[in-house]
């Protein structure tokens, strides 16, 4: 499973990228987790707002930072 956090390296992404570490370790899945702060990459996804959370390709939060149990459900 391919996870990326898309976002310019602001606060909330940082937060979203550690509650998606924890959601990850708590669920047991096999993933790479990933930070994407290349504004032409994320463009590519169409966010207009960050952070955001691609899970396997597909923009699954955008705009805000769900809570590791929120996460961890998106991965199951």
Not at 3 to 11: A, F, M, N, R
Not at 36 to 54: C, F, H, N, R, S
């Amino acid at each position: 499973m391919k996870i990326e956090i898309l976002g310019t390296g602001c606060t909330k992404c940082n937060k979203l990228y550690e509650a998606t570490k924890e959601a990850v370790q708590k669920v047991g899945v096999d993933a790479d987790v990933s930070k994407v702060e290349d504004l032409a990459q994320i463009m590519k996804y169409g966010v207009l707002m960050t952070p955001a959370l691609v899970v396997d390709g597909e923009v699954k939060v955008s705009g805000k930072v769900p809570s590791p149990q929120e996460i961890a459900a998106m991965l199951c």
